[in-house]
């Protein structure tokens, strides 16, 4: 026997005896019936993955292909992610109807010792005779509770819910803060986050509160809820529904904003909302969750307020933390010189923001991955090389697509496919009640106090179509869906799933009718809408002059309710940006004198050579869609310096007022970079 496959029979030998002793199963107790007929199973196994799969490949296609077709034909009735639950709910109704149960083998197990545990084990060891008295033993893993009728088909179509968040929802909420505008974002910064975490905060109590008075009916006059042992179901159970639920998906209206050119603000305020929104809402689930108490203990409510304030601070800092690092490997290494590698690396260092987060066991992987893409944005991509620059715009782009709509396909076929019964029509009612309600108390009270302070007013119709733009989608999806071992828990997954797909096809087709009924301007474009926004320190009509000396600003022009964050660009243009990026200034130019050493270990040649000046607010590079912002004529300059002519200072002072006031924040287009500008 020739060595090569003397070695080969040995590995063979070596792996049958590891995978055997692993089942605990001796190997002189395996005949060749058994092991042909788990051979037989594992090629079953095997056929149904790929079957399953390719289904979900091929329906990816025909989501492609129609709305490819939707498009061409300029038909915004439906979405391709409410494409993608109809075509998933088709598939849903064949497999569970279409579909006959399997052959496979089911035994009926009971403990040997009659003992009550609290929760079902891990792991089950089974051990039968066979027909030679033969005895083997195997270990069986916990799948989850057991439905009256089981169908191989149906749990093959069924994924672990750990996919949704290990694997799917890091690429799509990566991509909404590695593709985030900024300057639109900050223009509306107060807004934003007002809505995201004061009105989802509101919006969970106030769906909380609904349901828990529901429930309590519920519990006297439904008789579902007396078989299905629900009478545990309390206060944090529908305020943990009320978290879930409260977490906007609008990325059917967004994506038809997108194509419309709707007004920049609308898209500003719906998309802002969106981003910070998910992230809020599931580190208050989580936040809940510790909240035991079925009654008011002010100490408990302390306890979770400060549990929620510290999951998101620590996952901030982590995700930041995680750009920063890249933003230094990509800066002071030549890895850019190999654009694959460097490619690679930014997908890796940005996929372990989620997994380090998830790995605390405290923090949350979704906000954590959320700022990451944010910092890469900001910092990272601007030392990536021109390859690497195109490659991760569309890496991310790519995969947030086929994510997204993946989602939405699960969505369909889970409706019919998931083992679980437990469906209240009464409390889908009072869902889809609750919901309205607490979108009217986050949207109508919240505008009306941010108006109060804003000379750029958040109109009616705006407020409106903010109402209008709460679909339930993946965040929801994949928070419900990740435990269903209670009745209760499956009830609310349920209720979800018919939120979530009622709001992305219905809200998602008429979305177009509801910007002509309100009357929302289309058609424009950004250049366009900057003409009317300047940014601090401008004045209009302006884009042609030359630049030349530096002025200072004068101090009345600089609003005080920037104050914070005008220090905070200054900060992070003389000091961060320089350190992280190769960008100009240097930190030669801006440590003191005494810091000249280290600041010169810490710039590099490129840093040195390079004449680029980043502006620390500036996304003219980062947007996905290259049509989607213009920057004005060939003479323009948007750098985070206005440009001005000479004549123009005079008149510096008395604009300043005016134009601070725009936005929320008086950040303007790119927001306060220093205090001075170029002439």
Known sequence: MAPKQMLFCVLQVLTMFAVVSAAGVAPATLSPSIEKHQEAKVTKSHTLDNLNLLIFMFLLSMTVVTSWIFKYRRLRFVHETGLAVIYGLIVGIIIRFGTSSSSSMTIDVNPAINQSVGSPPDRLRLSFQLEKNETVSYLYGYQGESASKENEEL????????????????????????????????????????????????????????????????????QNWTTWKMTNFGLTDCLFFGAIISATDPVTILAIFHDLNVDVDMYALVFGESVLNDAVAIVLAGSIEQYKSSNFDGLAVIEAIGTF???????????????????????????????????????????????????????????????????????????????????????????NFLAENFVFLYIGISTFSFKTDKWDVSFIFAAFLAIIVGRMCNIYPLSFL???????????????????????????????????????????????????????????????????????????????EMQNFHPVGSVPGDSDRSRGSTVQLPPESIPDKTWVLMKWYSFDSKFVKPLLTNSRPTLIETLPSCCEPLARFLTTQEQLESDQ???????????????????????????????????????????????????????????????????
Request: glycine share 10%.
């Open 613 to 679: 000046h980043i502006d620390g607010d500036s996304d003219t590079e980062v947007i996905l869609d290259e049509n989607a912002m213009s920057i004005g004529d060939g003479g323009s300059s948007i750098n985070g310096s206005a440009t001005i002519s000479a004549n123009d200072t005079q008149t510096l002072a008395k604009q300043g007022q005016s134009i601070s006031d725009e936005g929320d924040l008086g950040l303007g287009i790119n927001g306060i970079r220093n205090s001075s500008i170029i002439i």
């Open 450 to 528: 941010l108006n109060l302070g804003r000379s750029n007013k958040i109109k009616n119709n705006y407020q409106h179509m903010m109402m209008f733009s709460g679909l339930r989608g993946a965040i929801a999806f994949a928070l419900a869906i990740r435990n269903t071992s209670t009745a209760g828990r499956q009830v609310i997954f349920t209720t979800t799933l018919i939120i979530v797909i009622t709001t992305v096809i219905l809200c998602g087709g008429l979305t177009t009718q509801m910007l002509q009924w309100l009357k929302i301007r289309v058609g424009v474009e950004d250049e366009t």
């Open 155 to 222: 749990n093959k179509a069924t994924f672990d819910p750990e996919i949704f968040f290990n694997v799917l929802l890091p690429p799509i909420i990566f991509h909404a803060g590695y593709s985030l505008k900024r300057r639109h974002f900050f223009r509306n910064f107060g807004a934003i986050t007002a809505f995201a975490f004061l009105g989802t905060t509101i919006s969970c109590v106030v769906v909380g509160g609904i349901m828990y008075g529901f429930t309590r009916l519920m519990l006297l006059y439904s």
């Open 309 to 399: 304030v510290g999951i998101f601070i620590g996952s901030f800092v982590l995700g930041s933390v995680v750009g920063a690092m890249t933003a230094v490997l990509t800066k002071f290494t030549k890895i850019r010189d190999y654009p694959l590698l460097e490619t690679t690396l930014f997908f890796l260092m940005s996929y372990s923001s989620f997994l380090a987060a998830e790995a605390t066991g405290r923090l949350t992987g979704i906000v954590t991955v959320l700022f990451c893409g944010i910092a890469q944005a900001h910092y990272t991509y601007n030392n990536l090389s021109t390859e690497s620059k195109i490659w991760t715009k569309q890496l991310f782009h790519l995969l």
